[in-house]
C-alpha cells in the first residue's frame, strides 16, 4: 500500500463522515479531492440525528475513539472555523440499569472506561436524584453517567462545518448520483447516473446504507442493512425540564431537552409504519417517562421525524481498505454513531490513504472481520 499524496481521492457521500474524511485528506496536502453526493449535504443520517456525543461505550475502540472525537467537537468552531457555533454542551449521558445484570454490565464498562481516562461513575438512585430533579428511582438500582459526555444544539452546522472547512482547502463538492464504480487500468472510474464519469486513484465509499449498492457489482458484499429510526419532539419550552440524556436499554426508552428547549424523546424498539404505530410509539415513551421523569408528563410530542441507521451485524462501523482492491477504502455501517465518531474516522482514513499507514482502528473495524468471525458487539450500543 503506497503513499497517495500525489493521487486524486474520491469520496462518496457528503454526510459528516465523507466530509470529515474529505477534509482530513485536504488538510494533510493531498493533490486533489472530490465528494460527489446525490442529493445535499447531510442529506440523510446527518441530518437527522441530534447531535449526541459520548464516552461511555463498552469496547476500548469505541471509548478511545470516542474520547478523542470529544477533544475535537469541544474546540470544532476553532478547528473548522465553523460560521455557526454548534452549541457544545457538556449535559452528560445517564444510563439506567433495572436489573442487576445491567448494573454489573454497566460497572464493567465504567471500569474500562476509566482505565482509558474516561471519568464516567456509577451512581446509585440517590445520586441520580441529584443529576435529575424529581426523578422517580423506585425501580432503579443504578446508573452509569459521565458529564463530559454532551450535545451539540445546532449539530447540522458541524456537518456543514466540515463541508465549508473542505472546500476552503480545494475539495470539490459535485452533487451527482454515483451508480456505479469500476476499475479502469491502475485508476477507479465512477459512473453517474447521467451518464458521465470521473475518474481517481483512490476511492471513500461513504455513503452510508446506499455504500452496498456501490459495491455489488464489484462483488463486494457488505453486511450493511437500512433500519428506521423515530424521533419525537415537543414544541420549544421555556423552562428546563431536564439536562442530561437519559437512557434506559431495558425500556427501549430515550430523552433529552435540547439548548432551544425542544423535549426529544424515542421508542428504541419502534418498528412498523409510522402511520399505523405511531400512537402505540408514543404512549410507550409517554408511559416511561411519566413513571421515570414525572416533571414531564405534560410535554407534548407533535412531531415525528424519521431517519435510518446503516446497521452491520455486530453494531459497529465498517473502516479501511477492501482486500483485493488497490485504491478502495469503505467508512460506512456506522450503526447510528457516525456522528460522534466522525473527527477520529476522518483522521485515520486520511492518514491510512495518504501515508499507507492502517492504525488499529482500521484493522479492528475492517470488512475482513465479518468472514473471520471476529465480530465487535458493544455493550452499550443501544
Known amino acids: 500500500m503506497g503513499k497517495a499524496s500525489g493521487s486524486h481521492v474520491a469520496v462518496i457521500g457528503a454526510g459528516v463522515i465523507g466530509l470529515s474524511v474529505a477534509y482530513n485528506l485536504a488538510s494533510r496536502g493531498a493533490e486533489s479531492v472530490s465528494v460527489f453526493e446525490r442529493l445535499r449535504i447531510a442529506a440523510e443520517a446527518s441530518g437527522v440525528q441530534p447531535g449526541g456525543v459520548r464516552q461511555q461505550w463498552g469496547t476500548e475502540i469505541n471509548c478511545s475513539m470516542g474520547r478523542e472525537a470529544l477533544e475535537f467537537y469541544r474546540d470544532v468552531q476553532v478547528h473548522l472555523d465553523a460560521r455557526v457555533d454548534p452549541g457544545f454542551r457538556s449535559c452528560g449521558y445517564v444510563f439506567l440499569a433495572e436489573s442487576a445484570a445491567m448494573l454489573d454490565t454497566l460497572r464493567a464498562n465504567v471500569e474500562l472506561q476509566n482505565s482509558l481516562g474516561v471519568p464516567s461513575e456509577i451512581l446509585s438512585s440517590d445520586q441520580i436524584a441529584d443529576v435529575i430533579p424529581d426523578f422517580n428511582g423506585d425501580s432503579i438500582l443504578g446508573a452509569g453517567f459521565c458529564q463530559e459526555d454532551g450535545y451539540f444544539d445546532r449539530p447540522q452546522s458541524v456537518v456543514e462545518a466540515f463541508a465549508d472547512a473542505a472546500t476552503r482547502l480545494g475539495v470539490s463538492i459535485e452533487y451527482t448520483e454515483v451508480v456505479g464504480l469500476r476499475r ?155 456522528f460522534m465518531m466522525a473527527p477520529v474516522v476522518g483522521d485515520r482514513l486520511a492518514t491510512a490513504v495518504l501515508d499507507g499507514v492502517l492504525e488499529k482502528e482500521l484493522d479492528t473495524l475492517s470488512l475482513a472481520r465479518f468472514g473471520e468471525e471476529r465480530l465487535l458487539p458493544d455493550p452499550q450500543v443501544f
Open 184 to 338: 479502469q487500468g491502475s485508476s477507479w472510474f465512477i459512473d453517474k447516473a447521467d451518464g458521465s464519469g470521473s475518474s481517481a486513484d483512490h476511492v471513500v465509499v461513504a455513503a452510508g446504507y446506499d455504500s452496498p449498492n456501490l459495491l455489488q457489482s464489484l462483488g463486494v458484499k457488505l453486511p450493511i442493512t437500512k433500519e428506521p429510526r423515530y424521533l419525537f419532539y415537543s414544541p420549544p419550552i421555556s423552562e428546563r425540564l431536564l439536562e442530561p440524556l437519559v437512557i434506559s436499554a431495558e425500556r427501549q426508552f430515550a430523552t433529552k431537552q435540547l439548548g432551544d428547549g425542544r423535549m426529544l424523546a424515542s421508542d428504541l424498539a419502534a418498528t412498523g409504519q409510522p402511520e399505523d404505530e405511531i400512537e402505540i410509539w408514543k404512549t410507550r415513551i409517554k408511559a416511561n417517562s411519566n413513571q421515570l421523569l414525572p416533571r414531564l408528563e405534560f410535554v407534548p410530542l407533535s412531531i415525528l421525524v424519521e431517519g435510518f441507521y446503516d446497521m452491520t451485524p455486530d453494531g459497529q462501523a465498517v473502516i479501511g481498505p477492501v482486500d483485493g482492491y488497490d485504491g478502495l477504502w469503505i467508512a460506512a455501517g456506522f450503526s447510528g454513531h457516525g
